[in-house]
């Protein structure tokens, strides 16, 4: 695939996103145009990447946005609703954006479309997240456009607002780090830059119709997750276990004091899921191994500069 050819990234601003341009810069794209809702980390995007073309657009209204599909040769769709206490956000940032990115990639006929799913289609977990993102791939599956889907498991790296980003960053300020139950909910968590290296590759193959389930190939249990992170990071935080009941109840407290809360008491019940998936063998399918978990973990934490970048949650 030529270096120069144009390529859109929907929701680029986000975790993927940020960490897809680095990932395409360093391959040697230079056509790259992002487009994200949210204009602080945007703004972020565009510090460290001045050559790229950022642009502010709110994808669930039609506006002038959608002219930039002009002439695009790869898309990317990666925005999402991640939480939220009802369904309206999630209809909205993730059902109706993509309504709107598709009939635009329809009209300007891109050739193919790369779009990242979630591992939680395949799980027993039933929130407002997993609803939305089941029915946001068979949009993409059902609109006629080539495509390909990637679907992650439960992801760590630069820019992370939530997940484990927000895990470490509570670490850091409070004495005592809570774990719901005994901890040993069984997690594979994923390294974002392997995942964008799976989208590189998929891009430049195109591979047509095809579902790959893109898993974390070391399984590591939630609590291990957290003493990775306390040690890379040195910290002298306490952790200790509380009952599920109790730690519920935190969270929902916690909810109805804070506007837009990290975590919501539908993604303890996903943690306690018991998911194990199985995906695509990395070195098999796509040409490298992955990223060690805890080397991964070091580099997340211990770059001199995307460690310290940390992105708005947005609502």
Known sequence: MKQDIKILITGAAGLVGQNLVAALERQGYTNIMALDKHQGNLDILQKLHPEVACVQADLARPGEWEQHLAGVERLFILQAQITGRSFAPFQRNTLDSTRDVLAAAKKHAVPFTVFVGSSVVNSRADDNYTRSKKEQEDMVKASGLPHCVARPTLMFGWFDPKH??????????????????????????????????????????????????????????????????????????????????????????????????????????????????????????FGFSPTPFMKAVEETFTHPIYSQVVLERWT
Do not use: H
Request: aromatic share 12%; glycine share 6%.
């Open 164 to 285: 484990l980003g927000w895990l470490s960053r509570f670490m850091e300020r409070v004495p005592v780090y809570p774990i719901p139950g005994p901890g040993r909910y069984l997690r594979q968590p994923l390294y974002v830059l392997d995942f964008c290296r799976v989208l590189i590759w998929c891009a430049e193959n195109a591979p047509e119709g095809k579902v790959f389930d893109i898993v974390g190939e070391e399984a590591i249990t939630y609590i291990e997750i957290i003493r990775a992170i306390k040690k890379v990071k040195k910290l002298r935080t306490l952790i200790i276990c509380i009952p599920v009941p109790l730690f519920r109840l935190l969270l929902k407290l916690y909810a109805l004091l804070v506007k837009n809360p990290p975590f919501v008491a539908d993604q303890l019940e996903a943690l306690m899921a018991g998911d194990y998936f199985t995906g695509e063998p990395l070195e098999a399918t």
